[in-house]
T-cell receptor
Framework: GAVVSQHPSWVICKSGTSVKIECRSL??????MFWYRQFPKQSLMLMAT?????????EQGVEKDKFLINHASLTLSTLTVTSAHPEDSSFYIC???????????????FGPGTRLLVL | GIQVEQSPPDLILQEGANSTLRCNFS?????LQWFHQNPWGQLINLFY???GTKQNGRLSATTVATERYSLLYISSSQTTDSGVYFC???????????FGAGTRLFVKA
């Protein structure tokens, strides 16, 4: 159980275009999802916390107008990179927390990631 | 904020060797996970282990919360174990998960 999918898995676009990445929880409902960014040979950097039915919470230094997040339902969060530029090229990963049977434990599961290359 | 440090940063092993990866954290945590990121980028859950010891096949993990560290043991390493191992913590009073810088493991055949 606890499968998170992402689409597309990779995308190449021209500078100035917008790119939408979808993150879905396939077999559970996720009130909260997270979006990360990872540069080559670096760790994951949290960009924002996506909350179903409300505005996302962005980390310091992440441009809200650049990275639009919409958590439309309990199984879908989208990240739109607006007016993408080459410096936005990166590996974007979403995740969701899964509470286990009310035991107070939470485990985080990750999607397979989306590789974005902006030319 | 909480700091998460992993060591060693890089590790090269001969197939069949054993290894220990370490994760130190600077404050109390209520959530600690170990992940393996494979060469394609997928993060795979290894352990949820805020305290105690767990084992899964050739892998085991121990977290000593009072001393603020966790260890991941890999025994009889295989080439498929190659990749990056991340420790990630959720801290008391916070909602975010903080990742360490990772340990990059390469297992030679």
């Amino acid at each position: 159980g606890a499968v998170v999918s992402q689409h597309p898995s990779w995308v190449i676009c021209k500078s100035g275009t917008s790119v939408k990445i979808e993150c879905r929880s396939l077999d559970f409902q996720a009130t909260t999802m997270f979006w990360y960014r990872q540069f080559p040979k670096q760790s994951l950097m949290l960009m924002a916390t996506s909350n179903e039915g409300s505005k996302a919470t962005y980390e310091q230094g992440v441009e809200k107008d650049k990275f639009l997040i919409n958590h439309a339902s309990l199984t879908l969060s989208t990240l739109t990179v607006t007016s993408a530029h080459p410096e936005d090229s990166s590996f974007y990963i979403c995740s969701a927390r899964v509470p286990w049977r009310g035991q107070g434990m939470e485990t985080q599961y990750f999607g397979p990631g989306t590789r974005l290359l902006v030319l | 904020g909480i700091q998460v440090e992993q060591s060693p940063p890089d590790l090269i092993l001969q197939e069949g060797a054993n290894s220990t990866l370490r994760c130190n954290f600077s404050d109390s945590v209520n959530n600690l996970q170990w992940f393996h990121q494979n060469p394609w980028g997928q993060l795979i859950n290894l352990f949820y282990i805020p305290s105690g010891t767990k084992q899964n096949g050739r892998l085991s993990a121990t977290t000593v919360a009072t001393e603020r560290y966790s260890l991941l043991y890999i025994s009889s390493s295989q080439t498929t174990d190659s990749g990056v191992y991340f420790c990630a913590v959720g801290y008391t009073g916070g909602f975010k998960t903080i990742f360490g810088a990772g340990t990059r493991l390469f297992v030679k055949a």
